[in-house]
């Protein structure tokens, strides 16, 4: 691995600036697969802020307005999956961040996990080493490779690339992540605004929620950082929950009285092949294998890095009282127009 000065200013990183062709000292390019997301949003709102030129290649640039306005930053159309179009972006990349992931596939056979996970990351590490760029960060999740879901098990797959890739390479394993935008607070918010009675598979399924902003200065510390290189870090926060604990707590915070109804584990594996059906896949059977292994981890990613954890109180109550005023809002203008 090629060893680079601790990075004190990451904006005028010259081992960065170094590999970059011909010309006068250009700011580091970074690409950013998945960068369109909401982890990859949050995240380029933060590196952006260094002396920095982002790409952000996208399979719809023009679904991506939210990037146009941050500078620096420019969405390109790309077929992620070509490995021609993934060396153009990548020529003259001084460090690459994968964040693409998927949590359902359109199919049933881990057909679309292994497409998503193992070979867009293999088709990455070969445009990287084509054009020589060594930096790459890699999205990963907690517990990759363990149990028998195609997400986890992909996810391990992608991440024994990665290591074996001979890339300076670093690999994040979040618990599940919360923030505004979140597939989580505010999903279960949508729910319980829905039905006085909410069924739940997996209930006492534990997560460590992180919050978005502590994950996004986790790979903005590691990014030119060398010593780094060839690690993971377990991304999680301090407070273990269980589904069931965390449906409580946003309903509890958006101020709605709602029965949580666990269900034994026999019904909860009909409803997710029931919900396999269904479009968009609002649960599936490969969700309710992933949920079998607890997503609280072990050694603290965010601790190695310098970072506090974000507690929930600090950011939910007040990102779900936005939910609420929005909701309130909305009945008004329906009730003024009709
Ligand atoms: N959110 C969480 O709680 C959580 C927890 C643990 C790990 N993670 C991982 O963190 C990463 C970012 O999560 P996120 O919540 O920001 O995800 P997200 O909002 O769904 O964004 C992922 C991005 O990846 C691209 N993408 C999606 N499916 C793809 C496919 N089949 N092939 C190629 N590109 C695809 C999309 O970009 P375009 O449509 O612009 O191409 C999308 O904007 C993912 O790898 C996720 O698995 C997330």
Redesign the pocket.
């Known amino acids: 691995m090629t060893s680079l000065p601790p990075d004190t200013d990451p904006g005028h990183d010259t081992s960065l600036a170094r590999q970059e062709t011909p010309g006068p000292a250009m700011p580091p390019r970074i690409v950013v ?2 960068g ?5 949003q949050r995240l380029i709102a933060r590196i952006a802020r260094g002396n920095r030129r982002i790409v952000v290649p ?3 640039r023009n ?2 307005r939210d990037l146009f306005v941050i500078p620096d930053v420019r969405v390109t159309d790309i077929d ?1 999956y070509s490995p021609d179009d993934l060396r153009r972006v990548l020529e003259g990349a001084h460090a690459v961040i994968n ?5 359902n596939e359109p199919g049933r056979d881990g057909a ?1 996990f292994r ?2 996970h193992v070979e ?1 990351t293999e088709k990455i590490i070969a445009a990287c080493q084509a054009t020589g760029t060594r930096r790459l960060l890699q ?1 990963s ?1 907690l517990n990759a490779g363990r149990g028998t879901s195609h997400y986890l098990r992909t996810r391990g797959e992608a991440e024994a690339r990665v290591r074996a890739s001979g890339l300076d390479w670093t690999i994040f394993q ?4 919360f923030g505004p935008g ?3 607070f505010e999903r279960f918010a949508s729910l319980l605004k829905l039905t006085p009675v909410l069924p739940l598979a997996r209930a006492d399924a534990k997560f460590a929620p992180v919050y978005v902003g502590d994950v996004a200065e986790a790979f903005a510390r590691s990014l030119d950082d060398p010593t780094t290189f060839g690690q993971t870090y377990e991304l999680y926060g301090r407070q273990a929950m269980t589904l069931a604990g965390i449906v409580r707590y946003t309903a509890r915070h958006l101020g709605l009285h709602r029965a949580i109804v666990p269900l034994p584990d026999a019904l909860a594996r009909v409803q997710a092949a029931i919900f396999d059906h269904v479009p968009g896949k609002p649960f599936s059977t490969d969700n309710y294998l992933s949920l079998k292994t607890d997503s609280v981890g072990g050694i603290d990613g965010l601790h190695r890095l310098g970072i506090e954890a974000t507690p929930l109180d600090a950011i939910v109550p007040a990102q779900l009282g936005l939910q609420v005023r929005q909701h309130r809002l909305d009945a008004y203008r329906r009730a003024r127009s009709g």
């Open positions: 697969f998945g369109t997301g909401f982890v990859g996208s399979r719809n679904r991506q992620p964040l693409v992931g998927i949590l679309g497409r998503a867009l999205m999740a979040p618990s599940v992540i979140d597939g989580l």
